[in-house]
Structure formats: structure tokens, C-alpha cells
Nanobody, 115 residues
Framework: QVQLVESGGGLVQAGGSLRLSCAASGSIAGTIAMGWYRQAPGKQRELVARITNVGRTTYLDSVKGRFTISRDNTKNTVYLQMNSLKPEDTGVYYC?????????WGQGTQVTVSS
């Protein structure tokens, strides 16, 4: 019922910026939160940023002050603004929609930050 399409990834130099978008199609009524996760080569997937249905945000410590998560007023698109990017931010970024009993995931978008 819900499909997530991510865009905005790419290759940037350290200190640059990227803006990731995740567009949700289908009904998203009942969503508890939306978020972004990332997975670097050889590492487990980790939560980068999350925003609840009432606007509470959570960030990975290493991205605080550099990344900002937001969603539009219809709550069907979530964004991740990434500034002051570092090489350690490199990885595949996945959009997530959290429901009470089920989660939906996007296909992933590659972010590569060069020195």
C-alpha cells in the first residue's frame, strides 16, 4: 500500500551539502514516524535522523548540528538536509516509515563524500 522513492544522493567533496528526499505514495495514515537510516560498507545499518508525527526529532550524535530532518505539511514527503559533509558520512541512505505493527523501507540512495 505504501511505496517510498528516494532521491538526491550523489558524490560531493567534504564540506559540501546534499538534500535527500523521500516521497511516499499510497496511504500513510497512521504513521508514527519517518526517518533516515544509513549503512556503510562492512557496518550495520544505523539511525541517522527520525521525526515523529508530532514533530519530535532524533539525530545520530555525529550528525547533530549538520543534518536536519523535515517533512512537508501533507506528511507524505520527508527530507534530510545534509551540510558540512564528512567522508565518514558515506553510505547508502534508506528512508523509513514507521507504523505500529509494520515498517516500510525505500530502495536506498548512495551518498559518497570525498576528502
Amino acid at each position: 500500500q505504501v511505496q517510498l522513492v528516494e532521491s538526491g544522493g550523489g558524490l560531493v567533496q567534504a564540506g559540501g551539502s546534499l538534500r535527500l528526499s523521500c516521497a511516499a505514495s499510497g496511504s500513510i495514515a497512521g504513521t508514527i514516524a519517518m526517518g533516515w537510516y544509513r549503512q556503510a560498507p562492512g557496518k550495520q545499518r544505523e539511525l541517522v535522523a527520525r521525526i515523529t508525527n508530532v514533530g519530535r526529532t532524533t539525530y545520530l550524535d555525529s550528525v547533530k548540528g549538520r543534518f536536519t530532518i523535515s517533512r512537508d505539511n501533507t506528511k507524505n514527503t520527508v527530507y534530510l538536509q545534509m551540510n558540512s559533509l564528512k567522508p565518514e558520512d558515506t553510505g547508502v541512505y534508506y528512508c523509513n516509515v514507521e507504523r505500529l505493527y509494520y515498517d516500510y523501507w525505500g530502495q536506498g540512495t548512495q551518498v559518497t563524500v570525498s576528502s
